[in-house]
Every structure is written in C-alpha cells, then in structure tokens.
C-alpha cells in the first residue's frame, strides 16, 4: 500500500457524521427555547399593548368628565364607568352606540351623563402567540366574572354585569386553546400574566 491516499476512510467519516449528530441533538433545544422566549416577548408587547389603550381611554374619559363637571363629577361616578365597554371600542369608537359618543354615567344614570369621544386606541386588536388569534380573557372593573373575547365579542357571564374592562390575560387552556402552551420559560402560568 502506498502512503499517498486520497479521501477518507469510513471510521473517519463515521465520527464526522457522529459528531455532526450529536451537535444537532444539542442544538434542537436551543432552537426550540430561543422560539418559545420570542413568542412570550411577542405576547407581552400585545399585553403591554391593550394596557396601555385601556389606560388612555379610561384617563380621556376622566379627563373629560372633569372638563365638564369638575372633579366633584368624578364622585358620583363609579370607577368601573370611566373604562372601556369593549375591547372593539378600542379599536373602532364609532361602533359605540351614538355614533362614537361614549356617555359616562354616574350611580342615578341621571345627574351626570359627561359625552366622550374616544379615539381609535388600537389600529387592531393584538393577537395571542400561542393561540393564533385575538382571544383574551377579559376582566372587568365592576367586579363580575371574566369573559373571553374572542372573535370580536365576549363569551361568558351575563352581558349586563359586563361594565369596564379594566385588564386582559392569556386565555386557560381550556379546550386546548394554548396548544399545549401553558407555563412560561421562567415557570409562571401564562394565564398569570
């Protein structure tokens, strides 16, 4: 046999292919945590993102009701007033009924009805990662149960309860909903969020 060989033998290419192994296996996890991390930024933007619409609207409209009653006006109105009906609303007052006039009532319904006009807070209404769509659970400032916003309106509870929403969270994951999405990185609950 001469010294000058050419190419690679097979236990050489074994290792190398080996090797390449046992670098993807390693790799797999990596790129499945920096996946998972990516869409939990991507769920607390859109969190942050409705929070922030509700926080505008509720402090427009008690600005307002001061302009037009003074602050004795926001005695006799009930926190749970001065926020958002809908989630919709956030996005397109002018389906509000009144043609985008938002009318703050106080406890009669009577001694002060302060008109507001809310602009669009949100150009759409931000979507869940881990579920696909826009279904939030909604929490609402009067006190009742949650409902789920989902598909442009609430699900859940009596409607009449339903007065200003004052928080959303990630929806459970019931009916699979999360898709097996159910505990963050860090070991909280999504829907703790």
């Not at 290792?15 to 769920?43: D, H, R, Y």
């Not at 931000?126 to 442009?152: L, M, R």
Request: proline fraction near 6%; include cysteine.
């Amino acid at each position: 046999m001469s010294g000058n060989r050419k190419g690679f033998s097979l236990f050489e290419m074994l290792m190398v292919v080996a090797m390449i192994g046992v670098i993807s296996t390693a790799a797999v996890p990596v790129a499945e945590l920096m996946f998972i991390k990516s869409k939990e930024n991507e769920l607390e933007a859109n969190l942050a993102q409705i929070r922030q619409a509700i926080s505008l609207w509720k402090r427009d409209c008690r600005n307002n009701v001061v302009k037009q009653y003074e602050y004795r006006g926001l005695l006799k109105i009930p926190d749970a007033n001065l926020y958002p009906p809908s989630l919709i609303v956030l996005m397109r007052p002018d389906t509000l009924p009144g043609g985008g006039r938002y009318d703050v009532l106080d406890v009669d319904g009577v001694t002060v009805r302060a008109s507001f006009y809310p602009k669009p807070y949100l150009s759409n209404i931000p979507v869940d990662p881990f579920v696909g769509a826009a279904t939030w659970k909604v929490h609402y400032a009067s006190g009742t149960e949650t409902g789920i916003f989902e598909g442009g309106t609430v699900v859940g509870g009596d409607p009449a309860d339903h007065v200003g929403i004052f928080d959303v969270s990630p929806v459970d994951n019931t009916g699979n909903r999360r898709r097996g999405f159910v505990q963050a990185i860090d070991g909280t609950n999504y829907v703790d969020w």
